[in-house]
């Protein structure tokens, strides 16, 4: 049987959030934030997060899909996808993920809301793996650095766990 531990309470966790929100109503002041979440890491973290926010905020989800090893594409090719309906030409663009690993998908969608006219571009997340990384990728803002596999706050394996007001190592 696996150990599970704590990572992170949740009274740490809210602390860390209401922090965080903070410091993105300083940066984003006079402003309004275009706060994206990824689906179905981050909507736990991106609720909690937007209603510690105090400047005005426009709510979005989605919901990116990660196909590998396609027929007729190279072995360890990637595609991701996710819905064109995003309209964020001169918005200043959050990007909430409740965990940023490899990196490589959140890169990506910086990328994309970058190149589809954004004002500007910033990412916040509920947990950094920096150890998981594989691209050149800082958060702007980060709640806590893991180095374990994470569940709850939102985060799954991939549907248990995600209604635990913690995050335990799994």
């Known amino acids: 049987m696996t150990t599970r531990r704590t990572l992170a309470t949740a009274e740490e966790i809210q602390r860390r959030v209401k922090e965080i929100g903070k ?3 300083q940066d984003y002041s006079g402003r309004t934030i ?3 979440g990824v689906l179905e890491n981050a909507f736990i973290f991106m609720a909690d997060l937007v209603r510690s926010i105090e ?3 426009i709510c979005q989800f989605i919901h990116p899909r990660m196909f590998e090893e396609q027929p007729g594409r190279p072995n360890g090719s990637r595609e991701i996808f996710f819905g064109p309906d995003l309209k964020v030409e001169g918005q200043h663009v959050l990007l909430i993920e409740g965990l940023v690993n490899s990196g490589q998908t959140t890169d990506f969608l910086l990328r994309n809301i970058t190149s589809r006219g954004a ?3 910033k990412l916040a997340t509920l947990l950094d793996k920096q150890t998981g990384r594989t691209v050149h990728l800082q958060p702007d803002y980060f709640g806590f650095l893991v180095n374990d596999y994470a569940v709850g706050y ?3 394996t991939p549907d248990l766990d995600r209604n635990l007001p913690y995050i335990m190592a799994k």
């Open 119 to 121: 004002a500007s571009v």
């Open 154 to 156: 939102g985060l799954g």
């Open 34 to 36: 275009y706060a994206l």
């Open 55 to 57: 400047v005005p905020v």
């Open 23 to 25: 410091k993105i109503s």
